[in-house]
């Protein structure tokens, strides 16, 4: 019969409590659990070996996977009652649940699992008139006409790019230097329908209710902030409008905050879907949508939700 004395040790320690509640309700694998703790594999692995040893957990293989289940959750459940009420002192438990949540509703979208691995092959081998830019050209010319708020906008290329389809564009950025090189640069283009504006992510000089579509692209992260910046962002959204966030996973290159003067290491998926139904978003969607094969493999999270 397993140690209930080492069972209570192992579940001492906050991080393998927050596992065994985890594969409580789930059966979940090494980078799910990745994905829900924003913890590096190394990590994880660590602590779901102690636990199989002290006969908590226990594994199966599906496919190239091991996934990780409670074992026999009736033997433990007055060690379990105990544990979710100890749960209770542990912060991370409720963002845990909201991270589950998100990965259960992944595994229902086996369409958009066949699509990522296509998005994966796209590009890697040569085909005639097949390219990136023609797909995202294409893309951008089926936008209806928007007024959209592009927030963090620095030299403004994607402005540009928006600004050939959009009714008008409002760019933001905190460097006088970046206001001045875009707006330069926009006029020697001859585009007319983006004005650049000088302010904050978190307080951007746009009026109340007045763009259909706040636009977040690499930017979020710069915010002493972020959740202020999302919620300046509901206030400039007109109701039906929606909000766009595209930003890096959370990451551990800690060199980045020197070399690109990043405030934050980027955000787990669940800290952005967090952001965007606090600042009064709804139907809010989370997707990594890309990693570089180059180390430290930075990845890239797309956030969307509509303002009712």
Not at 140 to 154: C, E, K, N, S, W
Not at 260 to 274: K, N, P, S
Request: glycine residues 6%.
């Amino acid at each position: 019969m397993p140690s209930i004395v080492k069972a209570m040790r192992l579940l001492t320690d906050p991080l393998r409590l927050r596992i065994v509640l985890l594969l409580e309700q789930e059966e979940l694998s090494v980078a799910e659990l990745q994905d829900v703790l924003s913890m590096g594999q190394g990590r994880i692995s660590t602590q779901l070996a102690s636990l199989k040893q002290g006969e908590l957990v226990e594994d199966r293989r599906s496919g190239k996977n091991s996934l990780y289940r409670l074992r026999a959750p009736a033997q433990w459940s007055e060690l379990l009652t105990l544990a979710r009420k100890a749960s209770l002192e542990v912060d991370d438990v409720s963002n845990d649940r909201r991270a589950l949540a998100l990965i259960r509703r992944r595994r229902q979208d086996r369409t958009r699992a066949y699509f990522d691995e296509l998005a994966g092959k796209f590009g890697r081998h040569y085909v005639p008139g097949r390219s990136w830019k023609g797909l995202a050209e294409t893309l951008l010319m089926l936008l209806p006409p928007m007024v959209i708020a592009d927030l963090g906008a620095g030299e403004g290329t994607f402005s540009q790019l928006l600004a050939r389809r959009a009714r008008k564009v409002i760019a933001v950025d905190n460097s006088d230097n970046m206001v001045a090189f875009a707006s330069d640069l926009a006029r020697r283009n001859g585009v007319e329908n983006i004005e650049f504006r000088l302010g904050d992510l978190e307080d951007p000089p746009i009026a109340p209710e007045s763009v259909d579509l706040a636009f977040f692209s690499q930017s979020l992260h710069h915010a002493q902030h972020p959740q202020r910046a999302v919620d300046a962002a509901w206030k400039i959204v007109r109701h039906g409008g929606r909000i766009v966030v595209l930003d890096l996973k959370k990451h551990a290159f800690e060199e980045a905050r020197e070399l690109y003067a990043d405030r934050w290491l980027g955000f787990a998926e669940v800290e952005l879907e967090g952001f965007l139904t606090q600042g009064g978003f709804e139907e809010a969607e989370v997707w990594t949508v890309h990693r570089e094969e180059e180390s430290p493999h930075f990845e890239t999270v797309l956030a969307i939700g509509t303002k009712p």
